[in-house]
């Protein structure tokens, strides 16, 4: 996509963190904002401060794990700016503590509702929209470099974001060859400074509370994480990141493209191919 002004953007927890980044970058290339968030507080926060940076925006309280609420928002970005070019199904949670045998299967759901189940439905109540529409458009998915190396974070977490890399991957096959000029990127990040390490805050009544309490190996981790918050990415950095590679159509974003990211997930591919196994500190962290 090379042209933004006056087309609209709809952004999945735009209300924080790189959605929000995102929903600002956007915003300064002249497109409309469309922003579904669970957290109402931080949502007309969101709102009131992209409307001071001069953008129109539109909030709207949506729960990404209802597929409902994705059409609502669909319906809402709709009604109100007549098209939508760009959908960013970016709203995620990290998670519960715990191994995968330990976790219940509540803990299981939230993640794979929120972090996967979100970006089917998005794609089912906006794309055929799109496609209809005619016109250039593009579609952003958060993953994780999480979505592309497993061990390094936790289980449910893993495997959401690895189906989210896998379901962009093939969009972007289908997409193409119906030759619609929707482009598809997914967004691999590492660490980024974010209140994803708090999202617990948003995990909804209906999934109960976590099977275990945060341990101590966790809690450590968590602290580790505080300490490393001001050096992590910046937010910001990925929303120009975003913007440039829809400008280029480029499928991977992968942040940061360090060499010990790019290691990692060569490691990776090396075992896969050659069928060794992995050392079990294969990871990043
Ligand atoms: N921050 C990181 O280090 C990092 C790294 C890799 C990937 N990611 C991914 O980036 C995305 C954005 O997370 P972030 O880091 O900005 O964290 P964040 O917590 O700041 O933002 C997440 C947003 O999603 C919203 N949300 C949570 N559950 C929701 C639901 N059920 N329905 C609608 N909205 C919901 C939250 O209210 C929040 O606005 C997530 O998909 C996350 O997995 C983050």
């Not at 490393?228 to 120009?240: A, K």
């Given at each position: 996509?090379?042209?933004?002004?006056?087309?609209v953007?709809?952004?999945?927890?735009g209300?924080n963190?790189l959605?929000?980044?995102?929903?600002?970058r956007?915003g300064?290339?002249g497109m409309?904002?469309v922003?579904g968030?669970?957290?109402?507080?931080a949502?007309?926060d969101?709102e009131?401060?992209?409307q001071?940076?001069g953008?129109e925006v539109?909030?709207?309280r949506?729960?990404?794990?209802?597929?409902g609420?994705?059409?609502?928002?669909?319906?809402?970005a709709?009604?109100?700016?007549?098209?939508?070019?760009?959908l960013?199904?970016n709203?995620?949670?990290?998670?519960?503590p715990?191994?995968?045998?330990?976790?219940?299967e509540a803990?299981?759901?939230w993640?794979?509702?929120?972090?996967?189940?979100?970006?089917?439905?998005g794609?089912?109540a906006?794309?055929?929209?799109?496609i209809d529409?005619?016109?250039e458009?593009?579609?952003?998915n958060t993953a994780s470099?999480?979505?592309?190396?497993?061990?390094?974070v936790g289980g449910p977490y893993?495997?959401?974001?690895?189906?989210?890399?896998?379901?962009?991957?093939q969009l972007?096959?289908?997409?193409g060859?119906?030759?619609?000029?929707?482009g598809?990127?997914?967004?691999c990040p590492?660490?980024?400074?974010t209140?994803i390490y708090?999202?617990?805050?948003?995990?909804?009544e209906?999934?109960g509370?976590?099977?275990?309490?945060?341990?101590?190996e966790r809690?450590?981790r968590?602290?580790?994480?505080?300490a490393?918050?001001?050096?992590?990415?910046?937010?910001e950095?990925i929303?120009?990141?975003?913007?440039?590679?829809?400008?280029e159509n480029?499928?991977y974003?992968?942040?940061?493209g360090?060499?010990a990211?790019?290691d990692a997930i060569?490691r990776?591919?090396?075992h896969?191919?050659?069928?060794?196994?992995?050392?079990?500190?294969?990871?990043?962290?």
């Amino acid at each position: 996509m090379q042209d933004f002004a006056g087309k609209v953007a709809v952004i999945t927890g735009g209300a924080n963190g790189l959605g929000l980044a995102m929903a600002r970058r956007f915003g300064a290339a002249g497109m409309k904002i469309v922003i579904g968030d669970i957290e109402t507080g931080a949502l007309a926060d969101a709102e009131a401060s992209l409307q001071a940076a001069g953008i129109e925006v539109v909030g709207r309280r949506t729960d990404v794990a209802l597929s409902g609420d994705l059409d609502a928002l669909a319906d809402a970005a709709y009604e109100r700016f007549g098209a939508v070019h760009i959908l960013a199904n970016n709203a995620g949670v990290g998670g519960s503590p715990g191994a995968m045998w330990e976790l219940s299967e509540a803990d299981w759901q939230w993640v794979i509702d929120v972090d996967l189940w979100s970006v089917i439905h998005g794609i089912r109540a906006f794309v055929p929209r799109m496609i209809d529409g005619g016109e250039e458009g593009h579609i952003i998915n958060t993953a994780s470099v999480a979505g592309l190396i497993s061990g390094a974070v936790g289980g449910p977490y893993t495997v959401a974001k690895f189906g989210v890399v896998a379901l962009s991957e093939q969009l972007y096959f289908e997409l193409g060859r119906a030759e619609h000029s929707i482009g598809v990127s997914v967004l691999c990040p590492g660490f980024v400074n974010t209140r994803i390490y708090d999202s617990d805050r948003n995990r909804q009544e209906s999934y109960g509370q976590p099977a275990l309490d945060e341990s101590a190996e966790r809690a450590e981790r968590r602290e580790a994480l505080e300490a490393m918050r001001e050096s992590m990415i910046q937010p910001e950095t990925i929303g120009d990141r975003v913007f440039d590679a829809v400008v280029e159509n480029q499928l991977y974003i992968v942040e940061p493209g360090s060499d010990a990211v790019s290691d990692a997930i060569q490691r990776r591919l090396d075992h896969v191919s050659a069928r060794t196994n992995p050392a079990l500190d294969f990871g990043i962290i």
